[in-house]
Structures are given as structure tokens and as C-alpha cells.
């Protein structure tokens, strides 16, 4: 009796829970179904699939993992992973930090902030555009080495004759750091040969004229320093002949017991005058004359191409850095802050003492998001890279890709790696999991 | 000497400002500039000769880029696939959001958790198991296939944020719409979805930058012959150098709706960044 009621009276509620059920059912399905096929199945997938070997039919155990420890190519991309984890989120959090408080102390803050922030919404593709023109190592397209090279130019000039060196049974010999000087000293009166070659045609600096044999003047020491090479053939070696030229703007110094008593400079027909100071000297072609040019840094070379390519994240990603941090910076409580400087303490100790501590959580959950985003670096590096110093620049992600979906495609040492990756996000998933239970049971 | 102090203090903070700046604004703005040099002046010298001569700006860049059908179509490539994958993530994310917020069932907890979980997942897990599975059923190479995997691993941090979101709404808002008989589907429709009118439009913008400006996914996923914009320039990428007059406009031209986005919805897009932190 008592059961039948209870049926009676139960059948609408349990009726409505189950179209309770199907309700929420309905409601969930089709992400649910998404997230399982697409997300899911894969890790279990991967798990399956990274312990069998390249064709996938034979069952080889933990052998593709030893793989990864031992193969050489994915130990740089291990290494470099670690570099990229450890120094792009610090750098990029420590940078974020020092904008987000010093915007707030000039009126232009806010248009700064937009334009550190900018990069966040353009792809890595092309951010990898961009910088790979910043990187580029001719001077005359990349800006990197426009720079680096103007401000060395500016305190060290390049100079004319990078190639000129003396011939055969040349006056001249090498001094040994990488400066020439005559074997014999010469007397004044009597005009002084500075032979040299090797200067190309098109290299020959501007206004340089026919070079000119030097007039003998009593008491003063003259000569020629010139190009002493006939194009074509005929002119003798060692003596100034009618189509040479002379190289214009050489420094002349002419040296007594390893000191410098008198310098000069060579006219456009490349004859030179020295005082009389310089009689019985040996003439010195200094190594500034000979230095080559400089061509800047080699950013995306195999030693420079990974911090170049971390220069390249931080500048997209230390906005985002910025503006979480501001936001946190807008919740520090001023009357806080301006206690301490009441207090006497220096901007530097409120920033140290208060402002960093007080942003501590904001501050871990950037560099966690970070760190996330980096072990998983692709775009960056596969484009800014170029092609021959791929390996030395080579990621864990990049290297999955290469490895799974390379010209020598090994699906099962690829799966390897997926679960090696998915293995260093693992300890974050935890943690969220974590946050939002405690916040659940609250 | 205090006052002295405090000058020099704001003078050095000015000049790091303006550097920093700089630094920030060089990059984008030379490739800028370069991108409205031709292809003889590219090579003559650096993109700065433009700045003492802006007379030798041309647009003719981008007239031969717009010329070229692999870039536009391209452009089309990517359209085809961020804006059904940003209509899915939204509609599916939020149905689900919704669930998760408001009906009961069991096992909802430990579920929405495994979702949390799947928050970090790295897309690179899922490119070889995807692949085979999208080669079985013929989803391989097509734009379906890209599009359904962007929703799902879009999906994780949608359904997060809106379910977040959904359950602040206030309990009595919802009770009273049930009195008057409005079923769950309703209700939805009705109340919730404009109540979350915000968060959506946040997660909107932040999935359709993502899935824009998306290359590792349709280097794997997307169709060959009509790849999207980051897929095309990517492989103009190997003859850096001396093909600038194109790399230049097309990264602009595929960086043009990333901007407008960005500088139209800043406040929608910091609050997604913001709330994305965890991703």
C-alpha cells in the first residue's frame, strides 16, 4: 500500500527530474561532444600512440621517450624550451611591473600603455614579419644593425681601405697588428714610395685622383702613397705610372724609436708632406686604415637567434603584463603608499617594501600565464628563424611539429613529445582545478 | 637640492619612457613604411631613407597584392573560418555556460572541474590525434575541420568565463521567469543571454583574434589550396629578403581587422585578456 502511494505521489517528480535530465543534456551535448572528440580523446590518443613506433603497428615501449632524452636535435629544443621559460615570462613580468608604475606618473601614461599593448592583437606571424626585418643583418634594411652599426661607426669610423695591403718586393712590411711600415727610414728631400694593392676599383674613395709622383722639397719629407696596380697590364711595380691612383685620405705617421713624431694625411692625388721632424723616421700606414668595415651583429645567427626571438615575444607580450598589473596597481590603496612617503620612506622602498609585495598574487599569475604560453612557443620561432639556424633555435612545440609533420614524419617519437609537453603543463591544471574547488565550497 | 633631486628623477623617467616607446613603436613602424616603398627602393636602403623623403611612398604594394589572388583569397580563407568558429564557440560555450550555472545534474561539479582542467591543454596534444581522426572521416584539410577544432579548444575557456559569469545572475530574476512558465530554452534566450551580453562580447572578440590570427592549426588543418592569411604569408616567409614589397602589405593587410578589433573594443578585450590569464 505504502508503495503504491509513494509511486503515485513520485511518478510527476521523478518525471520532472528526468526532464531535468535531458534538459540540461540538451544544453551540454554539443560542446560536451566537442571537448571529448577534439580535447580529450587526443591525450588518451597520444598516451597510446607514443609507444609504438613510426608506422604505428609495432609496440616499442618507453623507447620514443628515451628518444627524446637522447636525440639531439630535441635536447637544443629542450634546452632552448627551459631558456625560453625561465628568462621571457621574468623579463617580460619585471618589464610590465616598471610600466605599469611609471605610466601612472606622466600625462601620456595612457597613450603609452595602448602602445605597449598594441602588439597583443596582431599574430605572431606577424610580429615574426616584423622583427625579422628588425633583425635583418644588412645595415641598410634591418634597424637593429643600423643602430648598432651608426654608434660603432661613430666611435670607431670604418675605414677606406679594408683590402690595401703592399705588394711584391714592396718598401713596405707588415708592422703585426695589422699596420704596415717602410724597411727603411726615409731622409727628407728625398720622396717616399708607399706602394700598396689589392683596393678594389668600385672601393676607391671618392675624389681620388691620378696619383702623382711626389716633388722633392729641401728639409720636408714627401712621398706617394697610392694604388700601384695598372688595370690591364703594363706599369712597373713600385714606381708611380700614368693611370694609377692615388689613395686619398691614407694616414701617414712616421714613427722614431716607436714614437710618433709627425703625422699626415694623403691628398686626393695621394702625395703627402711630412715636417722636417719626421727626417730619418720610418713612415707607418697605421691599421686604421685597413680595418673592415663593420657589419653590425649577427641577431638571427645560430649563437643570438633565441634571445633575438625572446626579444621579439617580450616586445608582444609585456603589455599584457602591463595592463594586468595595472589593474592590480589600481587596487593598492593610496593612503598606503603615501603613509610611507610621509614616513620618509624613498619611492624606491615604497616600490620594493609596498607596491611589490602588495602586487605579489597579481605578479604569479602573470608570469604562471606566461610560462604556459611559452613552453608552448611556436609562430614566433618558426618565423623569425631563418631556415639554416632553425636547429639552433629549435623548441619543444616547433620540434613536435617538425618531428610529426616533418618531410621524415615520425608520429609515434611526435606523440612523445605532445605528452612530454602536456606533462609540464600538468602541475598549472592542478592548480586551477584547485582555485575553483575552494572557491566552489565557499 | 630635494627640488633638484626631483627634476632629474622626472627627466630620467621621461627619457626611459620615450625610449621604451620607441622600442615599441620602431618595429611596426618600419615594417609599416616598408610596406609603401617599392620594391627598388627596398633594396637601395633602409626603410628610414622614407622619413627625409616621403615622396617615395607608393601604394603600388599593395595594389599588386590585392592584384594577386593567393593573398585576397586568403583573406577570404580566414574570414570563412574565425567567424563561424567565434559563432560556435559563443552559442555552444554559452548553452553549456548555462548548464553549468543553473540546471541541475549530476555529476555537474566534477565535470565543470574537468572542463577547468582542460583550460591549459596545449594545442599541440591534439594536432596528431586530430589529424588522424580528421583523415578518417574526411575532415582533413577542410575549413569544417578547422573551424570544429578552434571551437574545441576555444570551448574550455567560453564555457569557464560565461559559466562565471551566468552564475551571478540573480536567483530571483530566474525564479520569477520560471513562475510564469518560460521553459529553460527561453529563459536562456530571454534572460540570460542579454544579462550576458558583456561577457559574451568579451570572449567574442578574444576567440575571434585568436582564431584569426591562428597559424600552427591551419598549418596542420586548413585546406592547401585555399590556405588562410597567416598560412600564405608563412610560406612567402622562406624568401625573406627580397620579396619585402609583399611580405610587408600582406602582414599589414592580415594585421588591419586585428587592429580595428582591438581599437574599437580595447575595454572588451583587456576584460577577455584579463579574464584569460588562466589560459
Redesign the interface.
Known amino acids: 500500500m505504502g508503495s503504491s502511494t509513494r509511486a503515485v505521489r513520485d511518478t510527476p517528480g521523478r518525471r520532472a527530474a528526468a526532464r531535468?535530465?535531458l534538459?540540461?543534456?540538451a544544453?551540454?551535448l554539443?560542446?560536451?561532444v566537442?571537448?571529448g572528440?577534439?580535447?580529450?580523446?587526443?591525450?588518451g590518443?597520444?598516451l597510446y600512440?607514443s609507444l609504438f613506433d613510426r608506422s604505428g603497428d609495432t609496440f616499442v615501449g618507453a623507447a620514443n621517450y628515451t628518444a627524446v632524452v637522447r636525440d639531439p636535435a630535441i635536447r637544443t629544443a629542450l634546452r632552448n624550451t627551459a631558456v625560453w621559460v625561465v628568462v621571457a615570462p621574468a623579463v617580460a613580468t619585471g618589464l610590465g611591473l616598471v610600466?605599469a608604475v611609471?605610466?601612472e606618473?606622466?600625462r601620456w601614461g595612457t597613450a603609452?600603455k595602448?602602445?605597449?599593448?598594441?602588439?597583443?592583437?596582431?599574430?605572431?606571424?606577424?610580429a615574426?614579419?616584423?622583427?625579422?626585418?628588425?633583425y635583418?643583418h644588412d645595415?641598410?634594411?634591418?634597424?637593429a644593425n643600423?643602430v648598432v652599426v651608426g654608434v660603432h661607426d661613430t666611435f670607431a669610423p670604418a675605414s677606406a681601405f679594408p683590402k690595401a695591403r703592399p705588394g711584391r718586393d714592396s718598401p713596405l712590411e707588415p708592422a703585426g697588428d695589422g699596420a704596415f711600415v717602410t724597411r727603411e727610414p726615409v731622409r727628407a728631400g728625398v720622396p717616399a714610395l708607399l706602394p700598396l694593392v689589392g683596393v678594389a676599383p668600385e672601393a676607391l674613395p671618392k675624389g681620388a685622383r691620378t696619383a702623382a709622383g711626389a716633388r722633392p722639397v729641401p728639409g720636408e719629407v714627401t712621398g706617394t702613397v697610392w694604388q700601384d696596380f695598372t688595370r690591364g697590364g703594363g706599369g712597373a711595380v713600385n714606381a708611380v705610372d700614368p693611370t694609377e691612383t692615388g689613395l686619398a685620405g691614407m694616414r701617414i705617421e712616421a714613427v722614431k724609436d716607436g714614437r710618433t713624431v709627425a703625422t699626415a694625411t694623403a691628398r686626393a692625388d695621394g702625395t703627402f708632406t711630412l715636417p722636417a721632424a719626421a727626417d730619418g723616421a720610418r713612415l707607418r700606414l697605421p691599421a686604421s686604415n685597413f680595418r673592415e668595415a663593420f657589419a653590425g651583429v649577427e641577431w638571427l645567427g645560430p649563437v643570438l637567434v633565441t634571445p633575438a626571438v625572446i626579444g621579439a615575444y617580450v616586445?608582444m607580450w609585456a603589455g599584457?603584463a602591463m595592463?594586468?598589473i595595472g589593474?592590480g596597481l589600481a587596487a593598492v590603496p593610496r593612503e598606503l603608499l603615501e603613509a610611507a612617503r610621509v614616513d620618509g620612506a624613498g619611492?624606491w622602498q615604497v616600490f620594493r617594501r609596498i607596491t611589490v609585495p602588495l602586487l605579489a598574487p597579481v605578479l604569479v599569475?602573470?608570469l604562471v600565464?606566461l610560462v604556459?604560453n611559452v613552453?608552448?612557443i611556436?609562430?614566433l620561432v618558426?618565423?623569425i628563424a631563418?631556415?639554416a639556424v632553425q636547429d639552433d633555435a629549435n623548441v619543444l612545440?616547433l620540434q613536435?611539429?617538425r618531428t610529426?609533420?616533418g618531410t621524415d614524419a615520425d608520429?609515434g617519437l611526435?606523440?612523445a613529445i605532445?605528452?612530454l609537453?602536456?606533462v609540464l603543463?600538468v602541475p598549472?591544471?592542478?592548480v586551477?582545478?584547485r582555485r575553483?574547488?575552494r572557491g566552489?565550497s565557499r | 637640492m630635494n627640488a633638484v633631486r626631483r627634476l632629474a628623477g622626472s627627466v630620467l623617467l621621461r627619457v626611459f619612457l620615450v625610449l621604451a616607446a620607441l622600442f615599441w613603436l620602431v618595429p611596426t613602424l618600419g615594417l609599416l613604411v616598408s610596406s609603401f616603398l617599392s620594391p627598388g627602393d627596398l633594396n637601395r636602403g633602409g626603410w628610414w631613407q622614407a622619413l627625409t623623403a616621403p615622396s617615395r611612398l607608393t601604394a603600388s604594394n599593395y595594389a599588386h597584392l590585392l592584384a594577386n589572388d593567393t593573398i585576397t583569397g586568403s583573406l577570404v580563407s580566414t574570414v570563412a573560418i574565425a567567424v563561424p568558429a567565434t559563432v560556435l564557440v559563443l552559442t555552444l560555450g554559452a548553452l553549456a555556460g548555462y548548464a553549468f550555472a543553473w540546471l541541475e545534474f549530476p555529476g555537474r561539479d566534477w565535470l565543470f572541474l574537468v572542463v577547468v582542467g582542460l583550460l591549459v591543454v596545449p594545442v599541440q596534444v591534439a594536432l596528431i590525434p586530430v589529424s588522424e581522426l580528421f583523415g578518417a572521416i574526411g575532415l582533413f584539410e577542410t575549413t569544417a575541420g578547422v573551424v570544429l577544432f578552434h571551437t574545441a579548444f576555444g570551448l574550455p575557456f567560453a564555457v569557464f568565463l560565461l559559466r562565471n559569469f551566468f552564475a551571478e545572475i540573480p536567483r530571483e530574476l530566474l525564479e520569477a521567469a520560471r513562475l510564469d512558465g518560460a521553459g529553460e530554452l527561453r529563459l536562456f534566450s530571454r534572460v540570460v543571454l542579454p544579462l550576458g551580453g558583456p561577457a559574451i562580447a568579451s570572449l567574442g572578440i578574444f576567440q575571434f583574434l585568436w582564431v584569426w590570427n591562428d597559424m600552427l592549426v591551419a598549418l596542420v588543418f586548413a585546406d592547401s589550396a585555399h590556405p588562410p592569411v597567416t598560412v600564405a604569408l608563412q610560406q612567402q616567409v622562406r624568401q625573406f629578403g627580397n620579396n619585402i614589397d609583399v611580405l610587408a602589405p600582406g602582414a599589414f593587410l592580415s594585421m588591419v581587422v586585428p587592429l580595428v578589433v582591438f581599437f574599437a573594443f580595447q575595454r572588451q578585450f583587456v576584460t577577455g585578456v584579463m579574464a584569460g590569464a588562466v589560459k
Not at chain 1, 139 to 143: E, I, K, T
Open positions: 531535468r535530465r534538459v540540461a543534456a544544453f551540454l554539443p560542446a560536451l566537442l571537448l572528440a577534439l580535447v580529450v580523446q587526443p591525450i590518443f597520444s600512440r610600466f611609471l605610466t606618473r606622466v603609452f595602448l602602445l605597449v599593448f598594441m602588439p597583443m592583437a596582431i599574430s605572431m606571424l606577424a615574426g614579419i616584423i622583427f625579422r626585418l628588425v635583418d645595415p641598410h634594411r634591418g634597424v643600423a616586445w599584457f595592463v594586468l589593474a619611492e599569475v602573470v600565464t604556459i613552453m608552448k611556436f609562430d618558426f618565423v631563418p631556415g612545440a613536435l611539429y610529426a609533420f608520429q611526435g606523440s605532445a605528452v609537453l602536456l603543463v598549472v591544471m592542478l586551477n582545478i575553483i574547488r566552489a
